[in-house]
């Protein structure tokens, strides 16, 4: 597959160094880069991402693909697909990347028979990601399902560079089986408030919420966000919002913003089938300042991540 981007941003050769099932669909995959690779994604922000050329990559065997992705699976991988990442590591003149995916779909179920050594074709970082806190005391990280990802890689940054922040993590799911998490730490820990291994190991306290009760709080984890905030009493301009999950799900914590006067930040998902802007396939309809008309942005170039109270939600 040809490309014509800038040389900054790839396409790069890749190593796979991992690919791990953690869970019911979920796993995590690290690629390393050495030279100019390296060099670009040890620059990556949270919340921006890549594209992964998946289109040689094998099947794995027919009694092991789920019986709702048969059908689909013998799909020809045309276009790169988009993932964020869940962790970045510099060393030296290496750059280590994590993304956690889930399998969807005949791209993302060919990314499960990746191994150790198997080359990958990238191109990023790409997008914008979230903006550093300027001024704020409290961080809170909403994750839905999947959105875990790049919040896991803004809480590192966060405690890293900004000591002075005070993060907490919410991670919502419809069961506990849907939760993208290696697993959960001990009762004591859970009762100090570290629910999620993935985010105490920043030091960072999660709540955790399923739709149905399995786990934690019983309710959507915006509804859990807003007990949380009722019972702290956070001052807002004190506070900033980040979201990544579903879109249903920012717009609700869009609104909890709104309401609280609460800065906030979301990750917009779309489809985008070239990560450059140039296919114009992953709009996102936002405000104009200052008037009642709309404009459309694209996700991959002036997103993903936007100012909640630029984003037009239609739900």
């Not at 990023?124 to 999947?146: R, S």
């Not at 291994?197 to 306290?205: I, L, M, P, S």
């Not at 609460?262 to 089938?273: N, T």
Request: glycine share 12%; charged share 20%; proline share 6%.
């Amino acid at each position: 597959m040809k490309n014509h981007l800038k040389s900054d941003k790839g396409p790069f050769g890749s190593v796979v160094g991992a690919n791990k099932p953690i869970g019911q669909g979920f796993y995590r995959l690290s690629l390393g880069f050495e030279g100019p690779g390296a060099e670009a994604f040890a620059k990556t922000q949270p919340g921006q991402f890549v594209q992964l050329d998946l289109a040689d990559t094998s099947l794995p065997p027919l009694k092991t693909i789920p019986e709702g992705l048969r059908d689909a699976a013998g799909r020809k991988i045309l276009l790169r697909r988009p993932f964020s990442f869940s962790d970045v590591t510099v060393e030296k003149n290496k750059t280590s990347v994590s993304i956690l995916y889930g399998v969807v779909g005949p791209a993302s179920l060919r990314m499960t028979t990746l191994t150790a050594g198997d080359l990958v074709s990238v191109i990023g970082p790409l997008g914008n990601g979230f903006q550093m806190p300027k001024g704020k005391k409290h961080a809170l990280l909403i994750a839905g399902g999947m959105g875990a990802g790049p919040l896991e890689y803004l809480a590192k940054v966060l405690t890293a560079d900004f000591p002075k922040i005070n993060p907490v993590a919410f991670a919502g799911a419809k069961t506990a089986k849907a939760l993208p998490f290696e697993g959960r730490l001990d009762a004591i820990s859970q009762q100090l408030g570290f629910s999620l291994a993935e985010f105490a190991k920043y030091g960072v306290k999660s709540l955790v919420a399923t739709d149905n009760g399995s786990i934690g709080f019983a309710g959507t984890v915006t509804d859990c966000l807003s007990q949380w905030l009722d019972e702290s009493d956070l001052p807002g301009r004190d506070t900033i919002l980040y979201g990544c999950g579903p879109e249903a799900m920012l717009a609700k914590v869009a609104r909890i913003a709104d309401a609280r006067k609460i800065d906030c930040q979301v990750s917009m998902e779309r489809h985008m089938a070239c990560g450059t802007g140039l296919c114009q396939s992953c709009a996102v309809e936002c405000k104009v300042a200052g008037s009642s008309e709309t404009v459309y942005k694209m996700c991959c170039t002036d997103g993903p991540v936007f100012d909640s109270r630029e984003v037009v939600f239609r739900l």
